[in-house]
């Protein structure tokens, strides 16, 4: 049964500190189920500590995260790994393993797989890592990548294991605009294809305004706008 107004994130007068530093201060939004939710900011600005907070790995100082129905603030570790595992996250830098073949570092989430597992197949061949034939692409190592195909394998990695979620910080960092422009329409196609509901960092914002449905913008750990795209 699919809710499409179903709220999926809910993060309510939120508040983190690195000591005495307050790093976010009282910020408030939804994102409902399938939609994509673009963080902007300048460096520092909190959205990396925004994404760790949602995923428990930062306790708040003040306000709760709501995730799938669990309060990400007050869960037990043991609520947080069955969380977690509903969310495929490609952390800033993520890099990949360079003596693990491209498959192995895709596939790196799952617990047991065969040498060729078919479902990380169909999602490399969707984010267009399966161009070499299957024993090259077997054997083929990250330091033969491009730039883009690191971030796609990135990308592939955090959605293996068929996620709920997906957070994705810094996607096009260091890429050129048509490598940028490609991988974002990996991201929007992973929303239609798996029912993603998907948040996104990004510096560019011509990349946030192709993909996102709802924006906010950090300024200094507080959110100067948030909205859908169509209010903002
Ligand atoms: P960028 O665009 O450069 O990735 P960001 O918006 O992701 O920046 P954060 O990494 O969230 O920013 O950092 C927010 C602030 O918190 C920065 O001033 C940073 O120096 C500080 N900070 C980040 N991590 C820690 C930490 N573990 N301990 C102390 N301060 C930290
Ligand atoms: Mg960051």
Redesign the pocket.
């Known amino acids: 049964l699919v809710d499409n107004n179903e709220t999926v994130i809910s993060v309510n007068q939120l508040s983190t500190h ?2 005495e530093r307050l ?1 976010l201060d009282q910020l408030d939004f939804s994102v409902r189920r399938g939609e994509i939710m673009v963080i902007m ?1 300048a ?7 925004l994404l760790r907070t949602m995923l428990g790995l930062n306790r708040p100082t003040n306000g709760e995260v709501n995730i799938l129905g669990t309060n990400v603030s007050k869960a037990k570790q043991n609520e947080l790994y069955r969380l977690r595992r509903q969310i495929g996250v490609a952390f ?1 830098g993520g890099a990949l393993f360079g003596n693990l073949s491209l498959i192995d570092n895709v596939q790196l989430p799952l617990k047991e797989h065969t040498n060729l597992d078919e479902n990380t197949i169909r999602i490399m061949s969707r984010m267009k890592l399966d161009m070499m034939n299957l024993s090259g692409f077997d054997s083929l190592m990250p330091s033969e990548l491009s730039g883009g195909m690191v971030k796609r394998a990135a990308l592939a990695r955090a959605v293996v294991m068929d996620p709920h979620l997906l957070f994705f910080d ?1 996607p096009s960092a260091g890429l050129d605009p048509v490598v940028a422009a490609e991988l974002d329409e990996h991201i929007l196609e992973l929303k239609k294809a798996m029912d993603m509901t998907i948040v996104v ?1 990004t ?1 560019e914002l011509d990349s946030a305004l192709r993909i996102a449905d709802r924006l906010t913008v ?1 300024d200094q750990g507080k959110m100067v706008i948030c909205g859908t795209v169509d209010e903002v």
Request: no cysteine; proline share 0%; charged share 10%.
């Open positions: 690195y000591g790093i900011g460096s520092g600005s909190g959205k990396s500590t800033q810094e960092v510096h950090l």
